[in-house]
């Protein structure tokens, strides 16, 4: 069987707009939330999220493709052309028709949607919309575009699963390869969901945290007063590829993919099984597909949303799965600094799992401040700051609205 490993790391994030940036703010343990500048959110419950900053489109993509691109498009297309050129892709030798490009969002172009229905209502609903509402809207269109611009013609589709989207791609991209339909994938999500619906919406269903008085310590996975996600935005993508393909042609090896997991809670439509059933399920499909006991494990980058349900169902899931092992693994949520990506979660997370392998440091949980007592004291959270560990192999979970479960294993290259 064909091994998978990643061999390109492209990030445009709310701590770095691309991955040495990222991976620098990531350890130091920075927050990504602001104040929302891209419209006037006075008026919302909620006026922060974790937006991408000083992000120029002009400065990587042609203008006549920019107004082709909704935002996370071009996200997308940014954060590939980092990881395209970190895994030395342009080689000519390239056989491109095994290149193919798997890349999810949650929402897609929630950005166009809004502006031209505002347009359709108030000029009297006179259907005059825009000819690249559909091409901007679609969740595929950044896939597609990459292809389009780099000339792959392998597999090439998006994933939608709400926040596991991206991580869907990933294990798909990985499949891809281990069943020799493409030798590279191009891969992770994208998402800019910080419009007015966006923000509306996830207020609604009370989602979101609202402590706008002090919105850099608003993300605080496990903390008592936890009181729920902060939005975040960008894009991350990774390189997939065949063992032998990259050392044939001497690239350099971030890790080893060596198994993903995929199941269903089937128990609500926004919560999690609250004994953590399905996530707990999913590390062991995992573990089982990459070979891996549970003592092997050093670190696990948990979906740990902020949320008062979903973090205790996850620490409720580790435990079941790894039992006494528990109580030796480094643990964290990225999603302290980043806040949340929605469908690109998944991938900025495992880039954050990468670089703990690469660099035997573990990114922290930042913002803790309380002790929740529903959760064991003794297991390490990595709180506040980074910790050095020798890690070897790592899991990265994500978790998606309508029960999606996901968890990915990578391994230190042998």
Sequence with gaps: MKRVVVTGLGALTPIGNNVETFAGNLFSGVSGAVPISKFDASKFKTQFACEVKDFDPKRFIERSLIRKMDDFTQYAFVAAMEAITDAGLSDSTLAK???????????????????????????????????????????DMASGLISIHYGYTGPNYATVSACATSSHAIIDAFHLIKLGKADVVITG??????????????????????????YKTASRPFDKDRDGFVM?????????????????RGAKI??????????????????PHPEGEGAA???KLALDEAGVSTSEVDYINVHGTSTPLGDIAEIKAILQVFGDDAYR???????????HLLGAAGAVEAIASILAIQKNLIPPTINHFTDDPDIDPKLNLTFNEAQERKVKIAVSNTFGFGGHNTSIVFKEIE
Excluded: C, W
């Excluded at 929402?107 to 559909?134: A, C, D």
């Excluded at 999500?189 to 402590?211: H, K, Q, W, Y």
């Excluded at 975040?232 to 044939?248: T, V």
């Design 329 to 339: 693994l480094n643990i964290s949520s990225t999603k302290s600094m980043t806040g």
């Design 189 to 214: 999500g994208a998402e800019s969901p910080i419009t007015e619906v966006g923000l509306g919406g996830f207020n609604a269903m009370r989602a979101l945290s609202t402590r706008n008085d002090d």
């Design 97 to 139: 028709d095994r290149v193919g490009v798997v890349i999810g969002s949650g929402i897609g172009g929630m950005k166009i949607f809004q502006s031209e229905v505002e347009n359709y209502v108030e000029g009297g609903r006179t259907p005059r919309f825009n000819p690249f509402l559909i091409p901007k809207l679609i969740p």
């Design 281 to 283: 399920n999913v590390m």
């Design 254 to 271: 971030y890790a080893e993919m060596v198994g993903g997991g995929l199941n269903a809670d089937a128990y609500h439509m926004t919560a």
């Design 232 to 248: 975040g935005e960008g894009a991350g993508i990774l390189i997939l590829e065949d063992y032998e393909h990259a050392k044939k």
